[in-house]
Nanobody, 125 residues
């Protein structure tokens, strides 16, 4: 199984980026998916996640209304559209996938098995 993120770059505050995560070795439609980030000196946090049943989503409060997670099962690809970016969004962003059975709607709290290597997003003037 391999997850490969792309799309991270330097962007000015207020700008937009779309991150992509190309997945191979599993059929994405059967997996929960998520985007996580880790800034220097901080713990990794769940940004946005989606379950594998009905497409319901979870967003961290800090990104609600600005970020949108989506998936294209035919392309085995996960996306994160990020609008109105802020300097505090600067971090390494990771995508993850897991096929386990869980309850509840805090999809980013699931124990994700598969992870990408990360892509750097820097928001700065």
């Amino acid at each position: 199984v391999q997850l490969v993120e792309s799309g991270g770059e330097l962007v000015q505050p207020g700008g937009s980026l779309r991150l992509s995560c190309s997945v191979s070795g599993l059929m994405l439609e059967y997996y929960h998916i998520g985007w996580f980030r880790q800034a220097p000196g901080k713990e990794r946090e769940g940004v946005s996640c989606m379950n594998n049943k009905d497409g319901n989503t979870y967003y961290a409060d800090s990104v609600k209304g600005r970020f949108t997670i989506s998936r294209d099962n035919a392309k085995n690809t996960v996306y994160l559209l990020m609008n109105n970016l802020k300097p505090e969004d600067t971090a390494v962003y990771y995508c993850a996938a897991d096929g386990g059975y869980y309850s509840g709607s805090r999809y980013c709290d699931f124990e994700y098995e598969y992870w990408g290597q990360g892509t750097q997003v820097t928001v700065s003037p």
